[in-house]
């Protein structure tokens, strides 16, 4: 949550991930190395997850691109990556990787039917895997730490890939603006972890070779 709130105004959707990273090293002392391979690994569990689910979308809508047929190639060239990354780089998650990628899995889940009310919002009830095909594309560039807190990049994606694909460009900006401010306003609760840091009582007191002194009659 915390992270979310950072991720509003610092470059990028990963923005926030630094400081969850200074956070947990500055209350947990348990290294600087490990923290960032946890962030790592987690955004980069994310990334597949969402990479399996666009190329699913991408097979349920009317799309038609070049080479597409092939695209089902991704969902285990896609997954073997994330193995071996995790093999070679960060091999004290690899116990755990098939749990990370599930809880991705499930996150992105649900931000497939947060996209997906949005469209029936707007009364869009056909082509919906069309436009959830380009929704997880965006999510895609929006982890490219170029604009503040990802707003633009999604836009953009949406705005190029509608008028080659022929949707509607109205729909798909609609759709990337609700995304953003949901998300926002769902952010902000992190406002409360800024005051009142989540590891701060966790602090284990620092023991002094002092002894307590005695007094005598």
Known sequence: WLGMFYNLFLPGGVGGDGYKVYLVHRYRKNGIKKNIGAMLVNRISGL???????V??????GLQIPYGNWAWIGIPAVYALYFFV?????????KIHAGLFLWS?????????SALF?????HQTTDVFDYLFLFFVSSIA????ITIGGIGMREMVFLVSAKTLALNIELCIAL?????????????????????????????????????????D
């Open 118 to 122: 949005i469209l029936y919002a707007f």
């Open 48 to 54: 597949v997850a969402i990479g399996i689910i666009t």
């Open 176 to 216: 990337s603006l609700m995304t953003y401010i949901i998300t926002a306003i769902i952010s902000i609760g992190g406002l409360y972890w800024v005051f009142f840091p989540p590891f701060r009582r966790e602090q284990v007191p620092v023991e002094t070779s002092e002894k307590p002194v005695e007094l005598s």
């Open 86 to 94: 995790l093999k070679f780089l960060f091999k004290s998650f690899l």
């Open 56 to 61: 699913v979308t991408y097979y349920l809508s």
């Open 105 to 113: 899995l499930a996150v992105q889940i649900m931000q497939l039917i």
């Open 142 to 145: 929006t982890a490219v730490p």
